[in-house]
């Protein structure tokens, strides 16, 4: 680790304490520190305590969350300040609140003199609105479909009201089976819509319950989500003294999501109609959207280097301006409005926000025309999208400023070091330290490169890559995660496995995720493929994943705009583009893809890259660098004769 030896005072805690109170909450599961964990625990400890930041790289195994939970614990109940922890998903946070931060909560109580206070927050959205589901807002958008009782959305929301005469805290999550996101949305409200402190329900509420609460915790649990939110519009988690990010590695992705919009015309008619309700006519705003349309019907999906055409602009101006005019005319009907003026002054407020952004300083946002959603083969225009052409300098002002904090991930130290996720994550001169991991990865697994196969082209997966797949799938038994670089590799191996082999083949888009992963788990035998989703978050130890095949290196498309723009302004800055940005995007993946194999300390498997350019090209050091440190092969026979003998034993 990089920072100043252990600080001991008044406010932090010395190494021996940090010790102790990392045995107590260790020995309450009946367990002991490990190596890893303890060294993670001092160093959040002194991070802390000196009010620094510190990037910590802790492999799975390694029982990180305690490892971050017990100093922050500690320093939040002796110093009175607030600790905020955030995770990548709801199903992470909901695990640290339920599970990881109780336990250590009653294990440090005793020491630290005091009940500890925790605390969940979630966005509004996440929430049952109590003055919705009395009538309080208005009807579904007209372009709903109605609600038939014996229809499957209907069911939903029948079901839905009768679990609202029984929970306690109106959390989504607490809904078990849940529901779509089509039928939740007809019983909960955005924060924009929100009525706030003016709700005649407020008394009830369940979201400000939760926020009350949060107010007065010692640690709050919430999730990246929020922090977006935080970094690209409000504060929302109030005053802080320390924020630790745990699966810090998907931050940058998140906030760039929460700060790219986009601008359709079906969200200004949506908007329109919001408006409408409240008896403000929209003429003009209507009239901007049909110009809108006109213009974009005249544009090609792709990038726009110099800023908006001449007629997208004016269009752009035009539907600004009127639905500026509408929400100050939606403000003078408001006291009558209520709710329904509230879901106006929300859609209208998104349409002028993306407007002011399309209209900004060219260069911090980049911008371009989208085809509609999944039509990726289509080159109409529906869609303008902008997004921040960087992050760090909103992650560092937003959110870590004035403030300690400890960024920590399986998957930080890209190539060997921290440099590059430093950057990218806006931390000046952190404190660093890899962790390390409990599992002996060159013993416990084999890394093989299929150096003798063709690149691969632009058509998906090749005939050559197709025979290799096979043959280690028939080696191992089965028992393969296939991680995929598109859904269309996947679904074309999918295919192609299930007529040449006898194993059941899973396709990630053929049911729920949960569904497909528990048949996974469940049957020795059974391959899972997919894209997207599955390199990250899937936790199956045991002999079922024996074999991870990853088909190629993992670089974002080329004419991805946010990547291609990042890339050339490192370039004009003087730095590497192509390192900078999509060589370490493809290793955050590979490290996340091939640390699906080994989840235990029993597990033993094979790692295959269908991709020679690991092997062969001159960044493929800095790539393997970020995976595990699996034992490295690009022979043939070896890997095939590996799994052969664990598919036997």
Known sequence: MTASGTVADAEGTSGADTDALLARAVGAIGGHPREGQVAMAHAVADALAASEHALVQAGTGTGKSLGYLV???AHAVRTGGRVIVSTATLALQRQIFTKDLPLVAAALEPVLGEPVRIALFKGRANYLCVHKMGGGYPEPDDDMLPLGPTSELGREVVRLNEWADTTDTGDRDDLVPGVSGRAWSQVSVSGRECLESKCPAVAECFSQRARDTAAHAHVVVTNHAVLGVQATSHDMLGEHAVLIVDEAHEL??????????????AAVDRAARAVRRCGVVTEDLDRAARHLDG???????GRLRQGLPEPLAVAVEEVRAAARRCVSEVQ???EQAGA???VASAALSEVVDVCGELQGEHGRYVVWLAPRDGDYDS??????????????????????DEKASVMTSATLALGGDFTAISRHLGVDSPATLDAGSPFDYPRQGILYVARHLPKPGMGGIGPEALDELAALIEAAGGRTLGLFSSHRAAQAAAEAMRERLDVPILYQLDDQLPTLVKRFAEDE???LFGSTSLWQGIDVPGRTASLVVIDRIPFPRPDEPISQARTEAVAAAGGNGFMAVSATHAALLLAQGAGRLIRSTSDRGVVAVLDPRLATAGYGGFLRRSMPDLWPTTDRDTALGALRRLAES
Request: glycine fraction near 6%.
């Open 71 to 73: 100093p922050a614990v």
């Open 252 to 265: 940058v992705q998140r906030i760039t999501s929460s700060a790219t919009h986009e601008l359709t015309v």
């Open 295 to 301: 213009a974009l019907g005249d544009c090609e999906a």
């Open 332 to 334: 003078k009907h408001a």
């Open 340 to 342: 329904a003026g509230k």
């Open 379 to 400: 080159r109409l225009a529906e869609r303008i999208v902008a997004a921040p052409l960087d992050v760090a300098g909103l992650i560092r002002t937003k959110l870590l």
């Open 525 to 527: 035998a059974t391959c």
